[in-house]
């Protein structure tokens, strides 16, 4: 049960000039200032899945940037065992003219395994999880962060863990001035939000909320225009210089904001 009556109002996102989409239209892509892209010396991925487009495009952006992707879910076999039934899908979308999901599957068919191997040949994948609970095949925040903190300059955070995240986030603000930005989706709202509330108050001492967004994917909360699932873009203070006024925009912000789930229209977001 929640403590609090869930409400946006204390989380206007701040005025930044330089919001870009990072990474693919629906579900994968954030939208974030280019400015904490291109400050970032790593890139800390927690949750993969199948989908590397934000880490692509951050390096487009930011080449020198070193990639560490943490997901104990996924795998080469993994990825070619889901092309194999997206193959056996096809045939089914044919016989049903479903040219889009035709076209779709035989993109993911032709492309996902190559990908996969080309991308993590280059950049570091580590199959663990990301828990506080020591043990085999987990890993714990702090010490991921502390294996990136060779790298010389900050890091960009993306946490999309379904969930663990509320478990994994306390403390971090002593390791605040490592990261430039967060982008991180939240997850069950309408069961956790004073645990999203808690979370975005410690953060909020050493980060600006730059973007908030939706995932239609999920409904709302009950009683209210908040969605389920919400994803943050967190900026941190160094890099808001100039940033001080709260935007009076409309979200999803169009031409940026891309509704997770294509076939059903995106959340508004209410900041009353």
Not at 214 to 226: D, M, P, S, Y
């Amino acid at each position: 049960m929640n403590d609090l009556q869930p409400s946006l109002k204390a989380y206007r996102p701040v005025l930044f000039d330089d919001l870009i989409r990072v990474g693919k239209a629906y579900d994968g892509g954030y939208v974030m200032p280019r400015r904490a892209v291109l400050a970032s010396r790593s890139v800390l991925s927690l949750g993969v899945n199948d989908d590397w487009s934000f880490e692509e495009a951050v390096l487009e952006l930011n080449p020198g940037a070193k990639i560490i992707c943490v997901d104990g879910t996924v795998s080469f076999s993994k990825i070619l065992k889901r092309t194999l039934e997206k193959t056996g899908n096809m045939l089914g979308y044919l016989l049903l003219f479903k040219w889009a999901e035709v076209r779709r599957t035989a993109h993911y068919v032709a492309t996902k395994a190559i990908s996969f191997r080309r991308f993590f040949k280059q950049n570091e994948l580590l199959r663990l999880m990301v828990s506080n609970t020591p043990g085999p095949g987990n890993i714990s925040l702090m010490a991921l962060l502390e294996r990136v903190a060779s790298v010389d300059g900050p890091c960009l955070l993306k946490c999309d863990i379904e969930g663990a995240e509320y478990d994994v986030f306390p403390g971090i603000s002593a390791h605040a001035d490592r990261i430039s930005a967060i982008v991180m989706e939240f997850h069950r709202l309408d069961v956790n939000w004073q645990k999203f509330s808690d979370c975005l108050t410690e953060l909020s001492q050493s980060f600006v909320i730059a973007h908030l967004h939706g995932n239609n994917a999920t409904g709302l909360i009950a009683g209210t225009k908040i969605p389920v699932t919400l994803e943050v873009t967190l900026i941190h203070r160094s890099l808001a210089a100039g940033a001080s006024d709260f935007s009076d925009s409309h979200y999803p912000l169009a031409g940026l904001d891309m509704p997770c789930t294509p076939k059903r229209p995106d959340h508004p977001l209410s900041f009353d």
